[in-house]
Structures are given as structure tokens and as C-alpha cells.
């Protein structure tokens, strides 16, 4: 069994910065990639920014220059920098990891529960 735990949500200023951790843990094999989602209300989940275990990223565009995403391979985590909040970035983040378990010919997706971040203006 895997499973995500995330930290580091809450309430901040538009303008302010969070911090969002992630860490997988049970029988993990080796983890591909992990990667922060977020849903808005009313909306669908939308891939914020993703990091593979070789450290190569990606980001949403409406999110670049703000958020950095980082790892820890040794750690089975996962950390999303959050900088110059707006309004619209409030929603639940998730996290996400491809991960193997019982060797590294299978793969599959896991989801945390989420945390809920809210930036007013």
C-alpha cells in the first residue's frame, strides 16, 4: 500500500507565499514522477506543476515564475514554493506520484487527500 500525505496549505495574502510538502510512503519500489494538481470550485483538476525523479520540470504556464516545484528522491517527497499568490489560486492542491511498487515493470498513478489553499485579496 502507498500514500500520500500533503502539508502546508492555509490562508495568505494575495502577494504572500506557501510552501506545499508531500511525502509518499509504504511499498514503494521507485517513484517516475511526482506532480501537483488543483481544483478550484466549479472547476476541473488542473496539473500544476509535475518534477520526474530525473529532476526535469514542467509548469503550468499561469504559474510560471511564481511556483517552483522540487524533490527529494531520498525522502519519497515532493515540494511545491508558492510566491506572489493571486485570487485564483486558491483551491485544493494535490498530490500526485507514478509510482512501482512491486518492481519497475508496473506502474500507476497515486493521489493525496489535498490541501486547501486559500489566498484573499
Known amino acids: 500500500q502507498v500514500q500520500l500525505v500533503e502539508s502546508g496549505g492555509g490562508l495568505v495574502q494575495a502577494g504572500g507565499s506557501l510552501r506545499l510538502s508531500c511525502s509518499a510512503s509504504g511499498s514503494i519500489f521507485s517513484i517516475n514522477a511526482m506532480a501537483w494538481y488543483r481544483q478550484a470550485p466549479g472547476k476541473q483538476r488542473e496539473l500544476v506543476a509535475a518534477?520526474?525523479?530525473?529532476?526535469?520540470?514542467n509548469y503550468q504556464d499561469s504559474v510560471k515564475g511564481r511556483f517552483t516545484i522540487s524533490g527529494d528522491n531520498a525522502k519519497n517527497a515532493v515540494y511545491l514554493q508558492m510566491n506572489s499568490l493571486k485570487p485564483e489560486d486558491t483551491a485544493v492542491y494535490y498530490c500526485?506520484?507514478?509510482?512501482?511498487?512491486?518492481?519497475?515493470?508496473?506502474?500507476?498513478?497515486?493521489w493525496g487527500k489535498g490541501t486547501l489553499v486559500t489566498v484573499s485579496s
Open positions: 518534477i520526474s525523479s530525473g529532476g526535469t520540470t
Open positions: 500526485n506520484a507514478n509510482i512501482a511498487t512491486m518492481g519497475p515493470w508496473f506502474s500507476m498513478d497515486y
